[in-house]
């Protein structure tokens, strides 16, 4: 089955400075790859998702990039904000008509101003 | 409003029992799923429903039991065979080919 690794566990930043954060995944199957927000006590949302057949997508401070070959995929923020402080998960999926989403363990971001 | 709810938000149980949390979701969705969150495990599946009367184990699905009577609901019982059920449980669902929306979780705690 699919098995998804996220790095880093932790990451701190300085108020207008961009985040990485980085997923790798085992099943070539898969080819739809979101990423979900988690702020403290809250649900995780969907922030931005990629699907198989783009390299690069992006909203505004957010993007994603997927490298199909290397089975990698990253989350790129820039100009970060306080706000932006939570816990961020990848995850991925063969997207066969419903979302049976295999998450990586999270990244939690702190953002200091 | 449209939207998904868990209930109860909060949960204590004694070894040994039985409890059951619930998930209803009124967004018109088909599949609907239950996740459990433990600190630096992220998000693994327990069960996931893709239409009603028919589910499927997820990846964890020992000491759990689901059922699908309705669209709408999809409880989850935690079985006296859950070897650790302390955790976060989140329910889910999403129409096909889109996002997941989550509840807002219940936290059950072993006494």
């Known amino acids: 089955g699919e098995n998804v690794e996220q790095h880093p566990s932790t990451l701190s930043v300085q108020e207008g400075d961009s985040a990485v954060i980085k997923c790798t995944y085992s099943?070539?199957?898969?080819?739809?790859f979101p990423w979900y927000k988690q702020e403290l006590g809250k649900r995780p949302q969907l922030i931005i998702d990629?699907?198989?057949?783009?390299g690069e997508k992006k909203d505004q401070r957010i993007a994603v990039t997927l490298n199909k070959t290397a089975k990698h995929f990253s989350l790129h923020i820039t100009e970060t904000q306080p706000e932006d402080s939570a816990v961020y998960f990848c995850?991925?999926?063969?997207?066969?008509?419903?979302?049976?989403?295999?998450f990586g363990t999270g990244t939690r971001l702190l953002v200091s101003p | 409003d449209g939207g998904i709810t868990q209930s109860p938000k909060y949960l204590f149980r004694k070894e040994g029992q039985n409890v059951t949390l619930s998930c209803e979701q009124n967004?018109?969705?088909?599949?609907m799923y239950w996740y459990r969150q433990d600190p630096g495990q992220g998000l693994r599946l327990i069960y996931y429903?893709?239409?009603?009367?028919?589910?499927q184990k997820g990846d964890i699905a020992e000491g759990y039991s689901v059922s699908r009577e309705k669209k709408e609901s999809f409880p989850l019982t935690v079985t006296s065979a859950q070897k650790n059920p302390t955790a976060f449980y989140l329910c889910?669902?999403?129409?096909?080919?889109?996002?997941?929306?989550f509840g807002e979780g219940s936290r059950l705690t072993v006494l």
């Open positions: 889910a669902s999403s129409p096909a080919y889109g996002e997941l929306f």
């Open positions: 099943d070539s199957a898969s080819n739809y």
């Open positions: 990629i699907r198989s057949n783009v």
């Open positions: 995850a991925a999926s063969p997207n066969t008509g419903f979302q049976k989403l295999v």
């Open positions: 967004l018109n969705h088909d599949a």
């Open positions: 429903s893709q239409i009603v009367n028919d589910f």
